[in-house]
């Protein structure tokens, strides 16, 4: 056997929103500049003694927007994107500050904690080397957060105007689960009663129930017809998403989608 050189390059960096942060040295989550991809400012809950940020596209109603230098409305087409090379000067510019209450006061403005040792790699370029994951982002994520407004438990909010009535909800959950004698193994996991048993959904199992059974059961359930029309207009994106095979074509159109979708939700 001959002995030779191997050289590994790391490319990308995956995992759920907090890990990946602690990686690349992200402020990350419910920070005032919570995203690694773009430099979109979060706001406060006016009146709330929370500290998390929210990044919605309007704010023109929020108390900040009057603030000199605030942004009203964001353009899902053009947020202010982070690059690698700009992300870099920021994190050097954090580690260098002259004293500790600088330091932290760039990492509030930035969002950024120092330089990730990761930056030390040639292949790894911020942020195309750390992306969003699909399973932590839709499926453990977006999707949890949609199930629990309908339900109406999702945080202090008024859902009165979607919110599905907790015996319908008990229905819907009925349906599922006896639905796991129906459906063929090869299609995945068997889906339990998810409304008397939360904690048995997994990613795989939130995944199946939005692309197959939700558009289902979901139908005729909300108290205006608006409601499904919105999330139906998203499950079609979702399948792209997880294609063996999708053209530039179908590229665009999921980002095009995905920015109508979050807009139509904003209003």
């Not at 927007?65 to 964001?74: D, P």
């Not at 750390?130 to 109406?152: F, T």
């Not at 048995?200 to 059961?217: C, D, G, R, Y």
Request: proline share 6%; aromatic share 8%.
């Amino acid at each position: 056997m001959k002995a030779f050189i191997l050289q590994a390059h790391l490319l990308d960096v995956c995992g759920d929103m907090p890990a990946v942060a602690k990686l690349t040295r992200m402020k990350g989550p419910v920070a005032k500049k919570p995203c690694r991809r773009c430099n979109i400012i979060g706001i406060r809950v006016p009146g709330s003694r929370s500290t998390a940020h929210y990044c919605p596209l309007h704010r023109s109603n929020h108390p900040d927007s009057r603030l000199a230098g605030s942004i009203a409305v964001y353009a899902a087409n053009s947020l202010p994107t982070r690059t690698h090379d700009s992300t870099v000067e920021q994190a050097r510019a954090v580690d260098a500050a002259p004293s500790n209450a600088e330091s932290l006061q760039l990492a509030t403005e930035y969002g950024i904690n120092g330089e990730s040792s990761l930056c030390r790699l040639s292949s790894f370029k911020h942020p195309a080397s750390d992306p969003h994951d699909l399973m932590h982002l839709v499926w453990e994520n977006l999707i949890k957060n949609l199930v629990a407004m309908w339900q109406g438990s999702w945080k202090s909010l008024d859902h009165s105007a979607y919110a599905i009535s907790q015996r319908e909800w008990e229905k819907i959950g009925k349906l599922v689960g006896s639905s796991r004698k129906l459906i063929p193994g090869c299609f995945g996991a068997a889906l339990p009663d998810f409304v008397a048993r939360p904690s048995e959904m997994t990613a795989e199992k939130w995944s199946f129930f939005t692309l197959f059974i939700a558009p289902i059961v979901l139908h005729d359930a909300f108290p205006h017809r608006r409601y499904y029309d919105h999330f139906m207009r998203l499950v079609p994106i979702l399948h792209l998403l997880i294609s063996f095979e999708i053209t530039t074509e179908q590229i665009g159109e999921v980002e095009r989608g995905l920015r109508q979708w979050v807009e139509d939700y904003e209003r």
